[in-house]
């Protein structure tokens, strides 16, 4: 069973920087691409950014590109999300997800219906 266990978030001020980071258990974690999503209270979950099997690709949700950054670890089987200037609209619950499609595939996928793993979340909370 694929277990992902996200940590990092927390509370900081506008401007700030967090890191977060997303362990993976279980099953085989070198050949799916991997995404971060987050979901503010009362909204719909939205993708955040994705990187693919051999971290070579990576893609941005247009509201955090410039500021976010995406990485993986495979030795470590750990995804990260570097997250600097943030806003107080980047509050929300912070997702990481596996890929439904285990490809050695250079492209990265945005839909949250296309990811079958997910992590418990973390909560990053940006003042302003």
């Known amino acids: 069973q694929v277990q992902l266990v996200e940590a990092g978030g927390g509370l900081v001020q506008a401007g700030g920087s967090l890191r977060l980071s997303c362990a993976a258990s279980?099953?085989?974690?070198?050949?799916?691409?991997m995404g971060w999503f987050r979901q503010a209270p009362g909204k719909e979950r939205e993708f955040v950014a994705a990187?693919?099997?051999?971290?070579?690709?990576?893609y941005y949700a247009d509201s955090v590109k410039g500021r976010f950054t995406i990485s993986r670890n495979n030795a470590k089987k750990t995804v990260y999300l570097q997250m600097n200037s943030l806003k107080p609209e980047d509050t929300a619950t912070y997702y990481c997800a596996r890929d439904s499609r285990s490809d050695l595939n250079t492209s990265v996928r945005t839909s949250v219906n296309e990811y079958n793993y997910w992590g418990q979340g973390t909560q990053v909370t940006v003042s302003s």
């Open positions: 279980g099953g085989t974690f070198s050949s799916y691409g």
């Open positions: 990187i693919n099997w051999s971290g070579g690709t990576t």
